[in-house]
């Protein structure tokens, strides 16, 4: 997709709140790419999620995804752009227009800053983990990638029952960012699984290992949601939630959140040296082949019930 036809941050991510409620929504809404998030968009979350911290007008924010799915990951092909255009990279740092030489190609600084980056609030990746208020994910379809970090990081996730959840790094590249987390949220067997494997564990799954608050037919999704966001709106006063909500930051902060993220990107910084075996599906040959395109071929050498797409899943063997 190129650069012209792409949304900007506030078509793709929308927020709006109920004063009367103390509800608010964001809203991913770029459904005809799955909902995948731009750099700017990814910005955009970080800067209202932070806003819906500090609003008095807000006790609950409710996160979904416009169609089918919650969404499939961050927009790689943009992110692939910077790799040549260092330009790209400093817009996304907020360091543009000051004069800055971005580190050389080929420099472990060159991946590992931003990777860094990702490591903080601010760029969109984590910034529930510092979110002052109650979060609940509305998870449905493809819950992969970047929102699967939402799906992880949020305090309540409702979720219907034909919603896939996992990263299709683990198929493409090998290491999946915020790795630390899913040991936390998952349970360190069930997620070995899905990283060794490759394969997205189904709704009923995630709800096994504790992952899920409730699972629910695709027509209840959205009415089992704002039953959890009222109830959690009319329990206890905002200071309350506040004082909770940094009681449980504590909590995963003495679990290592913040650490494994930061050890995330420093092994996602380490991705150019590693070497195929011979045929195997790597991230550069998927991005020249298409994405999507590459991700369906290689589905064809797992059961169906590995594979990452709906309609591959749907085909035998």
Known sequence: ?????????????RYEKDKKTKIATITFNRPEFLNAPTS?????????????????????????????????????????????????????????????DYPPKGSFRNGATISGWYANVQAGNRPLQELKKISIVEAKGYCYGWHFYQCADADLVISSDDALFGHPSFRYFGWGPR????????????????????????AE??????????????DELEAEVQKYALA????????????QKVFFEVVKQFQGEYMGSLLSAAF??????????????????????????AVNDNDAKFPPEFRLSKKNRKMKD
């Not at 799954?205 to 695709?218: G, I, P, S, T």
């Not at 959690?232 to 004082?243: E, Y």
Request: with cysteine; proline share 5%; glycine share 10%.
């Open 1 to 13: 997709m190129s650069k012209k036809k792409r949304p900007t941050a506030e078509e793709i991510i």
């Open 40 to 100: 700017d968009a990814r910005l955009r979350y970080a800067d209202v999620v932070r806003a819906a911290s500090v609003d008095n007008d807000v006790k609950v924010v409710v996160i979904r995804g416009v169609g089918d799915n919650l969404g499939s990951g961050a927009d790689l092909p943009e992110f692939m752009e910077g790799v040549d255009e260092p330009e790209k990279r400093m817009r996304e740092l907020k360091v543009e227009g000051l004069d800055v």
């Open 179 to 202: 790795m630390w987390t899913w040991v936390l949220t998952m349970g360190l067997r069930p997620f070995q699984e899905m990283v060794f494997t490759g394969r997205p564990f189904t």
């Open 205 to 218: 799954e995630m709800l096994a290992c504790n992952f899920l608050n409730k699972v629910v037919a695709r």
């Open 232 to 243: 959690c709106a009319r329990n206890r006063p905002v200071d309350s939630i506040f004082q």
């Open 268 to 293: 996602e910084s380490m991705g150019g040296s590693v070497r195929p075996d011979g045929g195997d599906f790597m991230l550069g040959d998927a991005i020249d082949a298409g994405l999507a395109d």
